[in-house]
C-alpha cells in the first residue's frame, strides 16, 4: 500500500486488526518492520517465505500512479510483485484490494494488477459487503464450492439404443 495520507494509513491499520481479530496471521509494515530493518528485505519476504500465502496489495489511486511509475518504495514493490505476477501467471498469492474507482468506474489497479480479480473495499458499505468473501479466500474455504463430477447417464454408457419419445 502507499502512505497516501494519514487516514488511508489508518484504514489500512483497520482493515489489519479486523483480520488479525478474526484469527488470520497479518504482516504489516507498522506491526512488523523495525528500525534498523531492511525494508527491501521484509518486501522481498512476502514473495520468498513460503509460510506468506497471500499478499494484500492495497490499491488507491496514489498505489497506482507510483506503481506504474516505478517510484518511491512502491515503485521498488511494484517491481519486487509485478516480476513474481508475470512470471507465474496461474499464482493468486497477491490479491487486489480496490479502494476507488476512477470518474469512468474503472478501479484504480497498477498495470500489471489491471487482469487480476480483485476485490472492493471502496467504501465502508463495500468493506461490510466483502469481508466474508476475503476472510474465506485467505482461509481456503470459499461460499461456493464447485461439486464432484457424477457418472455419465446411462444414455450416453448404454449401447442399446434408447427411444427419443414415445411418439
Known amino acids: 500500500y502507499s502512505w497516501t495520507d494519514q487516514s488511508h494509513q489508518e484504514l489500512v491499520k483497520h482493515w489489519a486488526d479486523r483480520l488479525i481479530a478474526d484469527g488470520v496471521d497479518v504482516i504489516l509494515d507498522i506491526y512488523d518492520l ?5 525494508k527491501y528485505v521484509f518486501m522481498e519476504s512476502m514473495i520468498t517465505d513460503t509460510k506468506v500465502t497471500h499478499v494484500l496489495v492495497i490499491c ?12 518511491a518504495g512502491v515503485g521498488t514493490e511494484s517491481q519486487i510483485i509485478s516480476s ?29 494488477m489491471k487482469s487480476r480479480m480483485w476485490i472492493n473495499f471502496s467504501s465502508s458499505e463495500a468493506e ?31 449401447d442399446i439404443p434408447m427411444p427419443i419419445s414415445e411418439a
Open 60 to 71: 488507491d489511486q496514489v498505489y497506482a500512479e507510483k506503481a506504474d511509475a516505478r517510484k
Open 84 to 112: 513474481e505476477v508475470y512470471a507465474k501467471v496461474k499464482q493468486s498469492k497477491f490479491i487486489p484490494i480496490v479502494c476507488g474507482f476512477d470518474n469512468d468506474g474503472e478501479p484504480f489497479l497498477p498495470a500489471f
Open 128 to 158: 461490510n459487503e466483502n469481508w466474508e468473501q476475503l476472510v474465506r479466500l485467505l482461509y481456503g474455504k470459499p461460499q461456493h464450492v464447485k461439486p464432484k463430477r457424477g457418472k455419465a447417464p446411462a444414455f450416453v454408457t448404454s
Open 34 to 38: 523495525k528500525e534498523g530493518d531492511d
